[in-house]
């Protein structure tokens, strides 16, 4: 009798510490909110924070998860114990593992808490890297000329009747799509048989960018700044009213090819 007691006695200390030590293992693991939200200098060192606050979350949930399987698992057993002695000690350790979900539950509102943090830190950061990027290549190669879903391919040197050769790249879009600037400069307009509504733009280094087929002007001289909305896509001229396009060129003086500038321009 004595020797089943010990028994007894030695199993529910062994229930106790099966249940109990893993998750406050689990939650000594866990970092602090300032631990994952310390500021960092670069994108990767961000990335690498957020990675690891969403592990950190997904343990703690995973921990509190398992935690209260353990207590319905031994609230289970409570209920189909033979014996009033094994169901007091089953109860306590119930006691136990209640006693601690609460600190478990603190742990993953914490690591919710810095997960959503850190990944607002990688956000913001990807977002001023972004910009400063846009910036960098606006100031570098301009701003894209059509603000709106378009096509093109390298054209310059095609073929053109009469001999001529495409000095531009032809920038297909739906009739209508706006025409920005690509630098800011002073904007000059007209109209010709070839070209239709045109517009060009000297901007302060001297580059001539030259916008033809268009639709319609929005601006028609004046200085104008990076983006500003100078006209819309049309067809006018010699163009195709079936295929409505910005022909684009640049001139530094003579005309060179704007496909590879086209494609480091800003969007």
Request: net charge negative.
């Amino acid at each position: 009798m004595r020797y089943a007691r010990s028994t007894f006695i030695v199993l529910s200390a062994l229930i106790v510490t099966a249940l109990v030590a893993p998750a406050a293992a689990a939650a000594a693991e866990l970092p602090s909110a300032s631990d994952i939200t310390t500021q960092t200098v670069s994108i990767p060192e961000l990335v690498a924070a957020s990675n690891a606050a969403a592990m950190a979350e997904s343990r703690a949930v995973n921990t509190l998860t398992w935690h209260d399987t353990r207590i319905a698992q031994a609230r289970e057993r409570m209920v189909l114990a033979e014996s009033a002695r094994a169901r007091n000690a089953i109860e306590d350790v119930v006691a136990t593992l209640v006693g601690e979900r609460s600190a478990l539950a603190s742990n993953v509102a914490q690591a919710k808490e810095s997960a959503a943090r850190a990944q607002l830190a990688l956000a913001e950061a990807q977002a001023a890297e972004a910009a400063r990027a846009r910036a960098q290549a606006i100031a570098t190669y301009g701003l894209f000329p059509v603000a709106g879903a378009n096509e093109y391919i390298d054209s310059w040197g095609f073929p053109r009747s009469g001999g001529r050769r495409h000095k531009g790249t032809d920038i297909m879009a739906a009739a209508g799509t706006p025409v920005v600037a690509v630098r800011e400069g002073v904007l000059t307009s007209g109209n010709s048989r070839l070209g239709g509504i045109i517009l060009w733009l000297e901007a302060d280094d001297g580059t001539r960018y030259y916008y033809a087929y268009l639709e319609a002007f929005e601006i028609g001289s004046g200085y104008v700044t990076t983006g500003q909305v100078i006209g819309y896509v049309g067809s006018t001229g010699n163009a195709s009213a079936g295929a409505p396009h910005l022909h684009f060129e640049i001139h530094r003086p003579e005309a060179v090819n704007p496909y590879p500038e086209l494609q480091l321009m800003a969007r």
